[in-house]
């Protein structure tokens, strides 16, 4: 590897399709709504709480899975929220954007490649094995491994770490305030995945991994 440049991806909604994360975790939530017998709509009550919690969580770090023990206890008093069927339904139903593997596969061996997530440790490697995508990272920084979620500079500051230390960063990510902001708040050049063309303080928006090829050659990143 001759450049001292390096990729930085977010996972959720960034390598895979908002489509598969959500139908990941509506048929978990499908699941607990028909074991606990409970009439209502599920999906928008834990989604809209579980939002406000990681925001929370920015401050008072837990992991996803906590947070989602949380939600379920404080809305339907539930204490049994079937995990090892969380992490099964994200591994039968997740699903990659379409152009990733053609991406990534022309990266590998010419730029340090680095996940960036906040997910948990145990949900990351079981979805990547599932995704059988592991192998295209030189390292793997997980919110759990540092204790904090982006934006938080602790995560992004480890990435650097394990990447060691690249002159030259390029950032991407879906979310705005924890991909997009926490990475222009280091200085990185940014790339929102972003379907609906919303909003951005991103340098440069994309629909898919093809748009990203174009943006790393103009950089002159390979």
Not at 156 to 165: R, T, Y
């Amino acid at each position: 590897m001759a450049n001292n440049s390096a990729i930085l991806l977010d996972f959720s909604n960034t390598i895979t399709t908002v489509e598969s994360e959500n139908e990941s975790i509506g048929k978990w939530l499908d699941l607990i709504k028909e074991r606990y017998n409970i009439k209502e709509d599920v999906n928008s009550r834990f989604k809209a709480m579980r939002l406000e919690k990681l925001v929370d969580r920015e401050k008072r770090f837990r992991t996803f899975m906590e947070i989602n023990k949380e939600v379920l206890s404080e809305i339907y008093g539930i204490s049994e929220i079937f995990e090892e069927e969380y992490y099964a339904s994200h591994e039968k139903n997740l699903r990659l954007r379409s152009d990733f593997i053609p991406f990534i596969t022309q990266m590998v061996g010419k730029i340090k490649i680095i996940m960036v997530t906040d997910a948990d440790n145990v949900y990351t490697q079981r979805t990547l094995a599932a995704l059988k995508i592991a192998q295209y990272f030189d390292s793997i920084v997980t919110a759990e491994n540092v204790g904090a979620p982006k934006p938080n500079h602790k995560i992004f500051n480890e990435a650097l770490n394990v990447a060691q230390h690249p002159s030259k960063v390029l950032f991407i990510g879906d979310s705005e305030r924890r991909d997009i902001e926490g990475a222009k708040s280091m200085k990185f050049f940014t790339v929102k995945m972003d379907d609906d063309s919303s909003p951005t303080i991103a340098d440069e928006i994309v629909h898919n991994f093809s748009q990203v090829t174009e943006i790393i050659k103009r950089r002159h990143l390979l």
